[in-house]
């Protein structure tokens, strides 16, 4: 019989101190967005699109930091920061502060594929996806109540300041952002992450989230990482490509990697947050110095999904 190359898909839905009854939405989000991308990947899909289904179904599900349900950043808009990469040909694209659209790592998909560039900001994304025919949205389709209250509590109590460059955001403040890392059965690792951001961050803030190295990475010789948590540390760490070096050097132990990472995330920088990988055959790690990180696995080499919060 002809042996079948593996196939991994690992997902999560955001690492920060979720609440107890937060809990479940957070399981039942993440395994869907598992078995969505898993369908996908089983039939022969490919890496890329498995990622960019198991994040969509994520953006759309408000329980989530990503799409419809992110936070408001201090002028009471949603401004959306995504990325994607495949590791066979390093190709990536990516939006940030993105508005009007419900989907944006669909956005970063169509860049990495049909452009030349890889980073479009604000506007000039919002009208490439237009010029490719990705339907926006208003602002009132992606805002739900629940960020609403917490937007005018936050505003409130009068913590709509910039994130301070000293100190990395403390992941008591909701987190919720989306990522997903797969390999494919021609060998292909694809990993995207896709968010809202900080809560009450500055108009124009963008995190690591839309950082092709910091929030996302592929590379089909060594693994995939998505990266959640307080971006402005995870940008200084070079989180998603930190992970990578990490695997190079440790005879790719994707969980030591990811153990690593955060370790060293926490040591330069008292960051927090947490990393989902996968190594080039497909073994899964995952690590988080939150009080919960939202993740579901699932490989050709095991029987059923695994997922916690
Ligand atoms: N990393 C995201 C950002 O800083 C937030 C998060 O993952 O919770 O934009």
Redesign the pocket.
Known sequence: MKRQRPVSLVVHG???NIPDDEADAHRRGVLNALKAGWDLLRDGGTAVEAVERSINVMENDETF?AGRGSVLNAAGEIEL?ASIMEGKGLRAGGVAAVQNIANPISVARVIMEKSDIVLLVGLGATRFAKEHGIATCGQDALITGREISRWREAQASGTATPVSRKKA?G?S?????VGAVALDADGTIASG?S????PN?HQG?????SLIGC?TYADNEIGGVS??????A?IRVVMAKSVIDMMRSNGDDPEQAAKDAIALLKKRTGGE??VIVLNASGGVGTAFNTPRMARAFITSSIKGPIAAV
Do not use: C, F, L, Y
Not at 195 to 198: E, F, I, N, Q, V
């Open positions: 955001g690492a920060w930091n920061d955001p992941r403040a909701p987190g919720g952002t992450t968010t809202g951001g900080t961050k803030r963008v995190g690591d989230s929030g990266s959640t948590g307080g971006g402005e995870i947050g947490g």
